[in-house]
């Protein structure tokens, strides 16, 4: 088993920035992607980051330019850096660990969740 933790959510206005963090325990070595997801009532889940054990990175286009996803494996953390934020980033992040470093894969294993809200 996996758990992940996170941490660094917050409020935030916009054009701020947040800095999220991902603890990794347990059978890390069965991870190979890690990245954040975000929900926002009435919104569909969105894959808003994802990185390979290789260091390759994605991102959803709204936050393209803006969000960089960065890890350490020898650490088993992963971060996201959330700058110039807007109201429609607010929602709950969380982070998401893989088996596979595929971008469009079922991810295993799911922290609890951190609260980011942006205000206008």
């Known amino acids: 088993q996996v758990q992940l933790v996170e941490s660094g959510g917050g409020l935030v206005q916009a054009g701020g920035s947040l800095r999220l963090s991902c603890a990794a325990s347990?059978?890390?070595?069965?991870?190979?992607?890690m990245g954040w997801y975000r929900q926002a009532p009435g919104k569909q889940r969105e894959l808003v980051a994802h990185?390979?054990?290789?260091?390759?990175?994605n991102y959803a286009d709204p936050v393209k330019g803006r969000f960089t996803i960065s890890r350490d494996n020898a650490k088993n953390t992963v971060w996201l850096q959330m700058n110039s934020l807007k109201p429609d980033d607010t929602g709950v992040y969380y982070c998401?660990?893989?088996?596979?470093?595929?971008?469009?894969?079922?991810?295993?294993?799911w922290g609890q969740g951190t609260q980011v809200t942006v205000s206008s």
């Open positions: 990185i390979t054990r290789g260091g390759s990175t």
């Open positions: 347990g059978n890390t070595f069965s991870i190979n992607a």
């Open positions: 998401v660990a893989g088996r596979s470093a595929s971008y469009y894969q079922h991810y295993d294993y």
